[in-house]
Structure formats: C-alpha cells, structure tokens
C-alpha cells in the first residue's frame, strides 16, 4: 500500500484574490492526466492540472483565496467572512 507523501510545494501570490500553488508528491495514483477549467462555483476555486505517472503526482493550481456562499452563488464578502468568525463557524459547522 502507497502513502501519501509531499516531496515539495511552494506558493506565489500574484495579486489581491489569486495565487499559484505548485506541488510535487507521491500517492497511489498509477496513471492521470487532469486539467480543471472552475474560476468559481467552490472555495478557492481555480484552474488546476494534475499529471500523475507511476504513483508520482505534479500538481499546478491557480486559486482563488475567497471562500464561496453556495445560497448565494457567488464569493463571500468580507462581511461575511467576519460575521463567520464571530459565530465561531467554519464551513457551516460550530467550532468546538
């Protein structure tokens, strides 16, 4: 059984919501070739490309460091990120 092992990960910022995220690791994965298109729609939504060859993974992301309001369909403002951290939640569960 493979586990999962991170060789390396480093990450830019490149402006006020975006940043780009790459990693180099190990897991069970024989062969995989992804690229996903998502600006918006989930949490730190972004373009991504996974290439993994015999159980090695390169992953090169483009997020987005807001969090996304499902109800509302769009990103969360920062009110709402403050009102969030008052009611001491996270990701719609109470903090214990």
């Known amino acids: ?15 006020k919501h975006k940043a780009i995220e790459v990693q180099l690791m190990r897991d069970s994965t024989l062969i995989c070739f992804e690229i996903d298109l998502e600006f918006k729609g989930y949490c730190h939504a972004g373009p991504r490309i996974d290439i993994a060859f015999l159980f090695h993974r390169l992953t090169i992301s483009f997020p987005d460091s807001r969090h996304w309001n499902q109800e509302a369909n769009r990103w969360k403002t920062p009110e709402e990120h403050e009102e969030e951290a008052e009611r001491g939640t996270r990701r719609g569960r109470v903090l214990k």
């Open 1 to 15: 059984m493979f586990e999962f092992h991170s060789y390396w990960s480093k990450g830019w910022i490149l402006s």
